[in-house]
């Protein structure tokens, strides 16, 4: 099999002209081309009015072609072999595991990294227990609409914490831009669509799933870890780690002791707790485990009608179904010094309550599968550091948060609303008092006024600067109706839970952070990649394994 990049093609064409395209580039006979799987596909809508179709393809020749196009384009990049893209395992444990002298492996949190390291360690024979703070995910759902319609928040099981983790109630964007060399997205994908995604995930540049389709993907994974001999808990909160004596900064882990007082022994414990666990970042921090604080952003969520970002991008191609509804990405360096940016964009969604904490207000986006919800939202956010901006102690970026989405809560007037201005009255500094074209789509429901308040000045500067000059890239951003609305903190992790080149914390021997939480990824394509690093890890160390990851 060869891989061939690079075939792009008018939008509107049809199967026949894919294969005249191979045909045309490789000194190939109709007849020796046997058979063509598209492995990627991505567009480039650049030019509107001419956007094209970009293939990466995998053929099969008959064998004598194959070698006059490996020997005539030798060295070429847009072909060559087609890599392995199969996932292969470190090891496996023997039938016996455990033996009277191991212990199970634990994994904390089952958000896509705990997801992702609990299944691979479950097909290694690794048998692992999972632990999470939070309700499995028929209840989640039910527990979250009551924020949503009710304006009740369970600080236990929310948009944060629970089966499928933070990204459950979300658009289920799937793309990342780590490097991934040993195609280790692709193992999270095939696994994705194993459970019930749709099989398109493996072939879109830019794919996602929705989030009606996640809480089903997320019980039949959860379903085939219990089948492999693995055992999941909901509604166990680890309130404590264990550390044996070692010396005063250095040991190794014993254990964890869960909310209910129960204590459960293990030598491996991976810790995929997402961003928002404040409490257990806290918990760690008092354990001695080595923290350091690093940047996160902060923000506004950003609502425009669908059809004017698929007019800008796609103009008269809008609402081709090849396309979709229109995302967008931009970025801008500001006159101040900072970065304002477009995060989590949610083409057709809406925007949701997302806090876990009461007497707060914080705000994300999601959609369903379909994205046909009548507007676009994306979080627009200024990069902010501990060095500058919140240097007192390593935890003083949760500080931070806590005061801004309690200021939030209360500018909603104190019953969950959110905060919301038009972005016209925004840029004039005017508070909003009347709704225009936009309907905010956030529940349980918006309070019009001065979202400035909500933020430091420096970060109001940026992106009063920022919105007209992406109006400058997407045609209407900057209209006068738009809404905006407060606030934007969990946008990644205030602190970073260092670990080593073997993965395992720098000062706590048998802890493996991983995830979002500990600052290792940004999403649920890289949190459940860096899942199954840590569940190899854990492997190589468990099982004796003379490798290295
Ligand atoms: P999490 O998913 O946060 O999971 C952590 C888990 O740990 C939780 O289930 C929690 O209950 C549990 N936990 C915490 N503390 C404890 C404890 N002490 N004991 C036991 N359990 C504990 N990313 C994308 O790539 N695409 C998107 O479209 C997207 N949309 C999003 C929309 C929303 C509304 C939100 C909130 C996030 C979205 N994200 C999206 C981000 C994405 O969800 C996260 O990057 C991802 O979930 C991180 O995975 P994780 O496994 O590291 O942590």
């Known amino acids: 099999m060869l891989r061939l990049t690079d075939i792009k093609l008018p939008l509107h064409h049809n199967d026949t002209e894919l294969r005249s395209a191979v045909l045309s580039k490789l000194p ?37 072609a194959e070698q006059r196009v490996l020997t005539q384009f030798s060295g070429k990049s847009f072909i060559g072999s087609s890599p392995d893209t199969h996932y292969h395992f470190v090891g496996h444990a023997p039938s016996n595991f455990p033996s009277p002298e191991q212990q199970r492996p634990i994994v904390i949190g089952f958000g896509p990294c705990g997801i992702l390291a609990a299944l691979v360690l479950a097909q290694m024979g690794l048998k692992p227990i999972v632990l999470d703070r939070g309700q499995d995910v028929r209840q989640r759902t039910k527990d979250t609409w009551g924020l949503w319609r009710e304006r009740k928040l369970n600080t236990e099981s929310n948009v944060q914490y629970g089966e499928g983790g933070a990204g459950t109630f979300s658009d289920g964007k799937l793309y990342s831009q780590v490097k991934d060399r040993r195609f280790l997205g692709r193992k999270v994908m095939t696994e994705f669509v194993k459970a019930g995604a ?45 550390r044996d004596a070692g010396d005063d900064k250095n040991g190794h882990i014993t254990g964890v002791t869960l909310s209910d007082g129960s204590h459960l022994p293990s030598r491996h414990v991976i810790l995929a707790v997402g961003h ?57 360096h500001c006159k101040n010094g900072r970065s304002v940016y477009s995060f989590c964009m949610c083409p057709g969604g809406t925007v949701v309550a997302a806090t876990s904490e009461e007497g707060r207000v914080v705000t994300n986006g999601m959609s369903q599968y379909s994205r046909n919800e009548r507007n676009a939202n994306s979080a627009i956010v200024v990069g902010i550091e501990p060095e500058k901006d ?15 989405e309690s200021l939030a809560y209360q500018l909603g007037g104190e019953n969950y609303n959110a905060p919301a201005q038009l972005v016209g009255d925004y840029l004039r500094n005017t508070p909003s008092t009347e709704l225009g074209k936009v309907i905010p789509s956030y529940k349980p429901g918006v309070s019009l006024g001065d979202l400035s308040l909500a933020l430091p000045d420096f970060a109001n500067a940026a992106i009063r600067e920022a919105i007209p000059a992406f109006d400058r890239q997407i045609k209407g951003f900057a209209m006068n109706d738009a809404i905006l609305t407060g606030i934007e903190t969990r946008t990644s992790s205030p602190i970073c839970i260092k670990r080593g080149r073997d993965y395992q914390n720098l000062n706590t021997k048998g802890l493996y952070p991983a995830g979002e939480g500990a600052g290792y990824a940004g999403g649920i394509l890289s949190a459940g990649i860096d899942g199954i690093k840590v569940a190899e890890a854990v492997a190589i160390d468990l099982l004796g394994l003379d490798m290295a990851i």
Request: charge should be negative; proline fraction near 5%.
């Open 390 to 404: 919140y240097p007192e102690h390593v935890l003083a970026g949760i500080d931070l948060q806590r005061q801004l």
């Open 198 to 242: 749709p099989e398109e995930i493996l072939m879109v540049s830019k794919p996602h799933i929705g989030t009606f389709k996640l809480v089903k993907m997320v019980e039949n994974i959860r379903a085939e870890i219990t089948r492999l001999g693995g055992e999941i808990r909901f509604n166990s909160k680890v309130e404590t780690l264990h």
């Open 276 to 332: 928002s666990a404040r409490d257990t970042f806290e918990m760690l921090l008092a354990q001695g485990v080595y923290l350091e604080a690093k940047p996160f952003s902060i923000g506004f969520r950003i609502e425009h009608p669908q059809s004017v970002i698929d007019a800008a991008r796609f103009g008269d191609n809008a609402g081709n179904p090849i396309l979709g509804a229109a995302d967008y990405k931009l970025v801008h």
């Open 28 to 64: 190939v006979a109709e007849h020796e081309l046997l058979g063509l799987h598209i492995y990627k596909r991505s567009y480039d809508a650049r030019k509107k009015h001419n956007i094209l179709l970009i293939y990466l393809l995998d053929i099969e020749l008959s064998p004598s």
